[in-house]
Nanobody
Framework: QVQLVESGGGLVQAGGSLRLSCAAS????????MAWYRQAPGKQRELVAG???????NYADSVKGRFTISRDDAKKTVYLQMNSLKPEDTAVYYC???????????????WGRGTQVTVSS
């Protein structure tokens, strides 16, 4: 199976920056798209940014120009650089990976447990 572990969350003042990391481990044949989602209290989980294994990226309109997603395939790690943070960015941030494990022909979706990001005003 695939395990995803996020790190880098914390408390930051508005205008500050944080860098989230998510490392994948386990029996992995390949990883396709990796992405960051977030869920604020009382709201649905939403896509923040995604990056394909070819490097193409997409972002939620609310974070364009402030957040940057990147990946290091050798380390099986995806990053989210968050700049100019706003109080409305406060949420639990989750990592997601679409991966193929040895012995199976299909892509499965794997989630991390999340890391809290709190932005104070």
């Amino acid at each position: 199976q695939v395990q995803l572990v996020e790190s880098g969350g914390g408390l930051v003042q508005a205008g500050g920056s944080l860098r989230l990391s998510c490392a994948a481990s386990g029996s992995i044949f390949s990883i396709n798209t990796m992405a960051w989602y977030r869920q604020a209290p009382g709201k649905q989980r939403e896509l923040v940014a995604g990056i394909a294994n070819g490097g193409n990226t997409n972002y939620a309109d609310s974070v364009k120009g402030r957040f940057t997603i990147s990946r290091d395939d050798a380390k099986k790690t995806v990053y989210l650089q968050m700049n100019s943070l706003k109080p409305e960015d406060t949420a639990v941030y989750y990592c997601k990976a679409d991966a193929v494990v040895p012995g199976t022909p299909t892509i499965a979706h794997y989630w991390g447990r999340g890391t809290q990001v709190t932005v104070s005003s």
